[in-house]
């Protein structure tokens, strides 16, 4: 299976965080037709995602660069919310896998190799009209090859609306 770099970024490297996330914000305000989010500013950028300065002053929040054989692909970010209230280790906050490595099992081996690094429970919650991610995890996850305990619920409340899928992975021997 193709080989993904997993790397926390440094703190000089949240401007390379903020130029995927406008990538990212992007591909998802696909999602966001009839919705207020999603609107480009008038210096042709989406707005800041809020939460990236935490990124490196909360220890539970993780940011990770992706790369292959050097060459950026996509980002993770990682934090320990609990969208069903029961507590997890890690949550797969965003992921994004740049449009070009896509379909080459790209997000896979990298989703397999940031679980590896980061033994213990996890949640990943997707956007109920993100259909494709949705196939992605159900797969992802299910893949891996020390995951245990897969659950998927369904959440539709003011704070979260579509599945989360709850899992183990096991620390490797
Ligand atoms: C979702 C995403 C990470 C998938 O990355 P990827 O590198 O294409 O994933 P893989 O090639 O490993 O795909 C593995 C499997 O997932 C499923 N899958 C991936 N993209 C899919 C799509 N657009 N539609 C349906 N199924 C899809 C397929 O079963 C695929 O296997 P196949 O190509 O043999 O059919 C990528 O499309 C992305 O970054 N999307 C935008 C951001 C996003 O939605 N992130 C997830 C937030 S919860």
Redesign the pocket.
């Given at each position: 299976m193709t080989t993904i770099d997993v790397t926390p970024a440094r703190p000089d490297e949240k401007p390379v965080l903020a130029n995927l996330m406008q990538l990212?914000i992007h591909?998802f305000s696909e999602h966001w037709a009839g919705m207020a989010n999603g609107e480009l500013q008038n210096d042709g950028r989406f707005p800041a995602y809020p939460h990236l300065d935490a990124y490196w002053s909360d220890p539970a929040r993780i940011p990770l660069l992706l790369r292959r054989e050097g060459v950026l692909i996509?980002f993770a970010l990682l934090n320990d919310h609990a969208h069903g209230g029961v507590a997890v280790d890690r949550n797969m906050a965003?992921?994004?896998?740049v449009r070009k490595?896509?379909?080459?099992?790209?997000?896979?081996a990298a989703a397999h190799a940031v679980f590896s690094r980061y033994p213990g429970s996890w949640e990943?919650a997707?956007a109920r009209r993100?259909l494709?991610?949705l196939?992605?995890?159900r797969?992802?996850i299910a893949s891996h090859p020390h995951v245990r305990d897969i659950e998927e619920i369904d959440i539709s409340t003011k704070e979260w609306n579509g599945p989360v899928i709850r899992f183990r992975i096991l620390p490797l021997a």
């Open positions: 990212y591909d996509g965003e992921f994004f896998i490595h896509r379909r080459g099992g790209m997000g896979t990943a997707v993100n494709a991610a196939a992605f995890w797969k992802a």
